[in-house]
Nanobody, 124 residues
C-alpha cells in the first residue's frame, strides 16, 4: 500500500531544533515534489516548504524562511524538514505531501499522496 508517514514531532522549547521526516512506502519519492504543510489548532492549513523532484529547488513560506530547511535523501526515500529557532506559533500538525506536478505552497492544491501528520508543540 502506497503511503507517506511523518515522524519526529514532539515537544520542543522555543529557540530549539526539531527535525521531521517524511518516508514513503510503496512508491518512490524520486519523481515527486514533496511539500510540508501544517495546521495549527483552530486555524487553516498553511504551506510551509517544498522541494522539487528535478532540480532540487526549495521554497519556503515567509513565516519560516531562514529558520527551516527542507532536504531529500532519495536513497532513503525520505524528505526532511529541519526546524531551527522554533517559535510557539510553529505549533501545529505537520503533514507531508507528494505532488506529481510542480512545487506549490498552496495548502489546498491537488496532491497524489498525503501523510497523516505529526504533532509539533513549541512550549516552555
Amino acid at each position: 500500500q502506497a503511503q507517506l508517514v511523518e515522524s519526529g514531532g514532539g515537544l520542543v522549547e522555543p529557540g530549539g531544533t526539531l527535525t521531521l521526516s517524511c518516508t514513503a512506502s510503496g512508491f518512490s519519492l524520486d519523481y515527486y515534489a514533496i511539500g510540508w504543510f501544517r495546521q495549527a489548532p483552530g486555524k487553516g492549513r498553511e504551506g510551509v516548504s517544498c522541494i522539487s523532484s528535478t532540480d532540487g529547488n526549495t521554497y519556503y513560506a515567509d513565516s519560516v524562511k531562514g529558520r527551516f530547511t527542507i532536504s531529500r535523501a532519495n536513497s532513503k526515500n525520505t524528505v526532511y524538514l529541519q526546524m531551527d529557532i522554533v517559535k510557539p506559533e510553529d505549533t501545529a500538525v505537520y503533514h507531508c505531501a507528494a505532488l506529481s506536478d510542480l512545487c506549490t505552497l498552496d495548502p489546498y492544491s491537488t496532491v497524489d499522496y498525503w501523510g497523516r501528520g505529526t504533532l509539533v508543540t513549541v512550549s516552555s
